[in-house]
């Protein structure tokens, strides 16, 4: 049973260009969450979807970013118009049951976004 | 709404050595609390989880973790650390009735031979 997959591992993008993060959850779980960890910081919270459903986004920032979670396929985060402040590792982490992140989920490797 | 500090943000250490990985939490709730790895070029590892009960809590790799509710800590030891435990650290907190995680800014942990 595969862990839950992150592409690109690394991704480098120029000031203005669309990032696209990729992220397969565990088999058999049905709730993905999205984190991010800007240099010297913690991770925080961006995002909890269902398939077909975003059941929190309070982590996100207002303009440019957005998530799905598709019936079919990964779920995706994207950038638009990416700015230097962009540049952090973003971690995906999927559970098996409705919001048990805290105690059922397991995290992605990370994707590391570069704005240069 | 909760917070973590991890006191130290880099730990060298010789192989063979203890290791204490130094967390505080604040929260006007119960919490569980939590310790994560993350191997170079690795994904987060759960190390050990607090839900309830004993506070001292047992983890993967011969780590171990006590919850102290009065100091609103959690420091993560190891009685003799590996060159393989070179890692980062997260200690990260969760409000009961809230499945969100809030993590600390990480320790980095450099074992020596």
């Known amino acids: 049973n595969a862990g839950v997959m992150q592409n690109p591992r690394h991704l480098v993008r120029r000031r203005g260009q669309e990032a696209r993060l990729r992220c397969s959850p565990m088999?058999?779980?049905?709730?993905v969450y999205w984190y991010r960890q800007l240099p010297e910081e913690g991770l925080k919270f961006m995002v909890y979807?269902?398939?077909?459903?975003?059941?929190?986004e309070s982590g996100m920032p207002k303009e440019r970013f957005s998530a799905e979670f598709p019936k079919e396929g990964p779920s995706i985060l994207r950038i638009q118009q990416v700015v230097r402040g962009d540049s952090a590792a973003y971690f995906c982490?999927?559970?098996?049951?409705?919001?048990?992140?805290?105690?059922?989920?397991?995290f992605g490797q990370g994707t590391r976004l570069t704005v240069v | 709404a909760q917070s973590v500090t991890q006191l130290d943000s880099q730990v060298p250490v010789f192989e063979e050595a203890p290791v204490e990985l130094r967390c505080n939490y604040s929260?006007?709730?119960?919490?569980?609390l939590f310790w994560y790895v993350q191997y170079p070029n690795q994904g987060l590892q759960l190390l050990l989880k607090?839900?309830?009960?004993?506070?001292l809590v047992k983890g993967i790799n011969g780590f171990e973790a006590e919850f102290n509710k009065s100091q609103t800590s959690f420091h993560l030891r190891k009685p003799s650390v590996h060159i393989s435990d070179t890692a980062e650290y997260f200690c990260?907190?969760?409000?009961?009735?809230?499945?969100?995680?809030?993590f600390g800014a990480g320790t980095t942990v450099t074992v020596r031979a």
């Open positions: 982490a999927s559970s098996p049951y409705q919001g048990t992140l805290n105690t059922e989920a397991f």
């Open positions: 607090y839900l309830s009960g004993s506070t």
């Open positions: 979807l269902q398939k077909e459903n975003i059941i929190d």
């Open positions: 990260a907190v969760s409000e009961r009735g809230d499945y969100k995680l809030s």
């Open positions: 088999k058999g779980h049905s709730h």
């Open positions: 929260s006007s709730v119960s919490v569980y």
